[in-house]
């Protein structure tokens, strides 16, 4: 195991962070823009958490039967849509609440990753390639820390092209009217309830994709202990990345490097408090939700349809 | 010939009673048809399932029902996971009755169970008499603080109760473990750090004539007394009027934030409750074994109970009952754990489809 602090003294935290912040984001951000997506149509699905965990069993199963990790994400990919699907035609049904779908769909999808993925503890499936960004550096510690995945750059890349699409595209556009004023895309003679089925299932697939990366990728093997509310949190993050794709990215960049926090000042000897160092990100998100929210007033970019079943 | 007028009348009145009750058990009926059968669904979808993963469903049912109430042994069972389940019940169940879905009665239950074990610790050698009031005390303030703040943060800054309460419970499970490994562990708990022993005296016994212990009992009279409390006083109609028009509740001069806030203190009290039965009737300190999922279970059964704290106590019955038999199925059939998780999720996600038929099934004719 490299420990940065051998050469880099106390720089191995900021570097161990950022490192940590290129790592760890990637699955914040892929379910922070399936959510960002999903609430655009004026929906909200909780159970991305359940989705991700899915997601990283099915995609660690398949990778590991099909012996390439691509067929991992494909699958991953697929079995979030099925979870969006379920979620979004729920929904459809009068009088069916959708937070309340979503915290159930997290306690299931949960317990059957639980459940079909006892097999899937031992094996080793291979797992996502790394991209080299550290060449430029003779320092190992460095090039081991900006080792990053073409995964998390397609989310990088992701990001302004779905916040573009949004914008500038019909759909983006029909996406949302449907989320901001049902009534009004209904008389345009759009059918509400299949539009925002389909953003959750555009919102299931990439959360679906986000799950895989944590089995694929990094940590990079399947436990049970694999997600620790990182579903949760992403939700939480679009609020505070205000339904923006890019605000969502910087937002997941924060938090990677927020939940790598705790690791970075063990591996330089700071240890007593490392229980406590691990609800950083937990903390990070409580108190940015505090800061960003209001009681007086709703931030103007909320998808008006949020208020309106509230 | 005559019939004297008292008889008639007391004909009359007899039927008029008759029909109110069928009216009143009718309406029962109709309010319950939905759950029932989105109870009946999921155990079908749940066969479908077992049947897929290799074993017969018949089987499986037949060994739940075994695990879950087939026995005394297994009945006594199913109690003792049901008390803690009737807590953490009320700590969704009651906020819910105010229009706030909170989630995070996990958070309440450890932190909870850690402040039962920690006073322990300064009142060593004190009398019973002393202690286990102490422990339920430390307990009910810890968690009431927990979910507390999720109310007053909701109140005071608009946050969503939702996220914030589950991060409180990631927090509040941090900071357990934290206190667990650091400043309260007994140098003794080797394998599993845990606070010290809190002293043979002090745990709580058994119910008269039974392996259950007081919990249960515990978790009877809160929702005995949160049913008092939501349905039949001022301040449960107040509450109950919060949930159901926030501003017209709040233009009749009700003092909504207090509601609230109070509201998700006595929530988080029962969840806090929760973790000191599990410290003081089973595990005789504060250790790992708090987390055993009983703060999420608690969240179905008060969607089960349909937030009704009288409805909380047969549910969390019927959930410690499937939680007890996960480890016969285990045993059994070679099931993973986690199967009994899986039919609660299903169990879940169909009730909540189930929701929109709630107040189509018509039993009654329709007045003209």
Known sequence: MSDPTVTLGLWGVPLAILGGALRVSAPFLFVSLGECITEKSGRVNLGLEGTLVMGAMSGYGASLWSGSPWVGVAVAGAVGAAFGALHGWLCGRPKVNDIAVGIAMMLFGIGLAFFLGKPLIQPTAPRLPALSLGFFSDIPQVRSALQVNALFLAGVVLAPCLRWGLLRTRWGLILRTVGESAEAARAMGYDVNRVRLWATVAGGVLAGIGGSFLSLFYPGSYNEGLSSGQGLMAVALVIFARWDPVRCLYASLLFGGATALGPALQSVGVTSGYYLFNATPYALTLGIMILSSSAKRTSVDLPAELIAQR | ?368
């Not at chain 2, 603080?145 to 909701?154: D, F, N, T, V, Y």
């Open chain 2, 1 to 368: 010939m005559t019939v004297s007028a008292p008889v008639v009348s007391d004909i009359a009145s007899g039927s008029r009673r008759l029909w109110a009750l069928r009216e009143r058990s009718l309406g029962w009926l109709e309010e319950l048809l939905p759950t029932l059968a989105a109870i009946l669904i999921s155990l079908l979808l749940f066969g479908v399932f077992v049947a897929l993963a290799g074993q017969s469903p018949l089987a499986v049912y037949a060994e739940m029902y075994r695990g879950a109430f087939g026995t005394w042994f297994s009945i006594q069972n199913s109690l003792l996971r049901a008390a803690p389940l009737m807590l953490t019940g009320l700590c969704t169940a009651l906020p819910a009755r105010l229009g706030m879905i909170i989630i995070g009665g996990e958070g309440a239950l450890v932190v909870g169970g850690l402040a039962a074990g920690a006073v322990t610790i300064p009142l060593h050698g004190a009398p019973p008499a002393v202690v286990i009031p102490a422990m339920m005390l430390a307990s009910m303030l810890a968690g009431g603080l927990w979910i507390g703040a999720a109310g007053a943060l909701k109140i005071l800054r608009g946050v969503n109760e939702t996220i914030s309460s589950l991060l409180l419970a990631y927090i509040g499970i941090a900071l357990f473990n934290h206190l667990v490994e650091g400043p309260l562990r007994d140098p003794a708990s080797l394998n599993k750090p845990s606070t010290p022993d809190i002293g043979e005296a002090n745990m709580l016994g058994n119910l008269p004539g039974m392996d259950v212990h007081w919990g249960l009992a515990f978790g009877v009279v809160m929702c005995l007394v949160c049913h008092l409390l939501m349905e039949h006083s001022v301040f449960g109609f107040a509450a109950r009027m919060v949930g159901g028009n926030p501003r017209a509740a709040r233009l009749s001069g009700l003092g909504v934030p207090r509601l609230v806030i109070l509201t998700c203190c006595i929530a988080g009290a029962a969840a806090g409750l929760a973790g000191m039965v599990e410290v003081a009737a089973i595990h005789g300190k504060a250790n790992a074994s708090l987390l055993a999922g009983y703060g999420y279970a608690g969240i179905l059964v008060a969607f089960l109970a349909n937030h009704s704290a009288l409805g909380i106590l047969p549910v969390a019955v019927l959930l410690g009952g499937i939680s007890a038999s996960g480890g016969l199925l285990q045993r059994t059939f070679g099931l993973p754990d986690a199967a009994v998780n899986v039919l609660q999720g299903i169990l879940f996600v169909v009730l909540l489809g189930s929701q929109t038929y709630r107040g189509r099934v018509k039993l009654r004719r329709s007045p003209r």
